[in-house]
């Protein structure tokens, strides 16, 4: 079964603060990997992709990707109380050629002002 | 900014009964998705589906589950009977091809509760 594990949380910091959420895979031909944020009752919406070992940054966001030891994570840089919400972690399936993502549980994170 | 769009936001069905959850992928995207998140649980993959057919779907996506493209814009997925443990938001997402890019984009969702 593969599978994508996070740690659920919460994850509490406070507001201006580095947030970092951890995730990891089993699948090793995995190779596209995606950060949604979930608010409580809404749908995940994508914030950051990465397909490269490395790092990617987008604003306040850092996807980092290390493919050998099979971990994602995301940081977020000054930490803002909208920033709130779930984060999920998905994963394209190595085997898989029509796009399917696995998700994790999601960690819950909350900045406090 | 284009995006996907659901409806309804909620559906309250019964017990056995028939229900379509409709969606309108962004317009110039070929993959579409289903998925589904009982509270409190993560989210899954149900069905995906490209050039008019279903390209690779879950166990969760059993016989009583139907997917259709009935014209160029809407994208449904059919109950046929609907159990108590079908009770969950249900997703849609689309993505644009699969030569590079593999982002995938979710509509708001559709809540169906079933009595």
């Known amino acids: 079964q593969k599978e994508v594990e996070q740690n659920s949380g919460p994850l509490s910091v406070p507001e201006g603060a580095i947030a970092s959420l951890n995730c990891t895979y089993s699948?090793?031909?995995?190779?596209?990997f995606f950060w949604y944020r979930q608010y409580s009752g809404k749908s995940p919406e994508l914030i950051m992709f990465?397909?490269?070992?490395g790092d990617k940054e987008d604003g306040r966001f850092t996807a980092q990707l290390n493919k050998a030891s099979q971990y994602v994570s995301l940081l977020i840089r000054d930490s803002q109380p909208s920033d709130s919400a779930t984060y999920l972690c998905?994963?394209?399936?190595?085997?898989?050629?029509?796009?399917?993502?696995?998700f994790g549980q999601g960690t819950t994170l909350q900045v406090k002002p | 900014e284009p995006e996907v769009t659901q409806t309804p936001s909620h559906q309250v069905t019964q017990m056995g009964q028939e229900v379509i959850l409709r969606c309108v992928p962004i317009?110039?995207?070929?993959?579409f998705y289903w998925y589904r998140q009982i509270l409190g649980q993560k989210v899954e993959f149900l069905v995906s589906?490209?050039?008019?057919?279903?390209?690779?779907k879950s166990e969760i996506f059993d016989d009583q589950f139907s997917v259709e493209r009935p014209d160029g814009s809407n994208f449904t997925l059919k109950i046929r009977s609907t159990k108590l443990e079908d009770s969950a938001m249900y997703f849609c997402?689309?993505?644009?091809?699969?030569?590079?890019?593999?982002?995938?984009?979710f509509g708001p969702g559709t809540r169906l509760t079933v009595t």
């Open positions: 997402a689309s993505r644009y091809s699969s030569g590079g890019g593999h982002e995938q984009y």
């Open positions: 699948d090793r031909g995995s190779q596209s």
């Open positions: 990465i397909y490269s070992n």
């Open positions: 998905a994963v394209k399936g190595g085997s898989s050629n029509t796009g399917k993502l696995i």
């Open positions: 317009s110039n995207h070929l993959y």
């Open positions: 589906f490209y050039n008019n057919e279903i390209s690779e």
